[in-house]
T-cell receptor, first 114, second 116 residues
Framework: GQNIDQPTEMTATEGAIVQINCTYQ??????LFWYQQHAGEAPTFLSY????GLEEKGRFSSFLSRSKGYSYLLLKELQMKDSASYLC???????????????FGAGTQVVVTP | DTEVTQTPKHLVMGMTNKKSLKCEQH?????MYWYKQKAKKPPELMFV???????INESVPSRFSPECPNSSLLNLHLHALQPEDSALYLC???????????????FGPGTRLTVL
């Protein structure tokens, strides 16, 4: 099974930077995803890491350390529209009975204030 | 285009009703998924279809019955639901094979289900 931990809530001001940490304990690992979800809407894909290091996409960056079971999502130049829940999700290994299993953390609610 | 569509957007049903949720994608994806999401909780996987065959059933009660008529469509048939089944039901799809970018799942907007 998987145990995925992330903070419940973070607050930051517009224009600032926020880092959302995610730690995981797993018997297998096939990549880590970050999704953004606004209230009442579907999760939207932000980033994917399978190798150690930093992936940058505009204002969003994601980092992975497989040896530490650790990832973070970095949001820069925060905007009001970034207020949302951010979900860390670990993909199970591609075996017959686990293919496609994406297990989510509980989500981190980011509140951006003026 | 990464669009997954779901109908209806909202559904209210009684415990004796039979209804169906529909999901469609035209991205050529070969894997499709049903998730259930309660308020302030993460999505929970229910079913996975791979190449139109059911590959994972996460011990979901039989009152939920999935169906994959073809590679673009996924249905979830509902019968004799309980009030605790009220939730947002999300459909997702993915290419169905790993690549350098991972097998990213793209979600539809969901159906908000209320069981009275």
């Amino acid at each position: 099974g998987q145990n995925i931990d992330q903070p419940t809530e973070m607050t930051a001001t517009e224009g600032a930077i926020v880092q959302i940490n995610c730690t995981y304990q797993t018997s297998g690992f096939n990549g880590l995803f970050w999704y953004q979800q606004h209230a009442g809407e579907a999760p939207t894909f932000l980033s994917y890491n399978v190798l150690d290091g930093l992936e940058e996409k505009g204002r969003f960056s994601s980092f992975l350390s497989r040896s530490k079971g650790y990832s973070y999502l970095l949001l820069k130049e925060l905007q009001m529209k970034d207020s949302a829940s951010y979900l860390c999700a670990v993909m199970a290994p591609m075996t017959t009975d686990s293919w496609g299993k994406l297990q989510f953390g509980a989500g981190t609610q980011v509140v951006v204030t003026p | 285009d990464t669009e997954v569509t779901q109908t209806p957007k909202h559904l209210v049903m009684g415990m004796t009703n039979k209804k169906s949720l529909k999901c469609e994608q035209h991205m050529g994806h070969r894997a499709m998924y049903w998730y259930k999401q309660k308020a302030k909780k993460p999505p929970e996987l229910m079913f996975v279809y791979s190449y139109e065959k059911l590959s994972i059933n996460e011990s979901v009660p039989s009152r939920f019955s999935p169906e994959c008529p073809n590679s673009s469509l996924l249905n979830l048939h509902l019968h004799a639901l309980q009030p605790e089944d009220s939730a947002l039901y999300l459909c997702a799809s993915s290419q169905g094979e790993t690549s350098g970018g991972g097998d990213t799942q793209y979600f539809g907007p969901g159906t908000r289900l209320t069981v009275l």
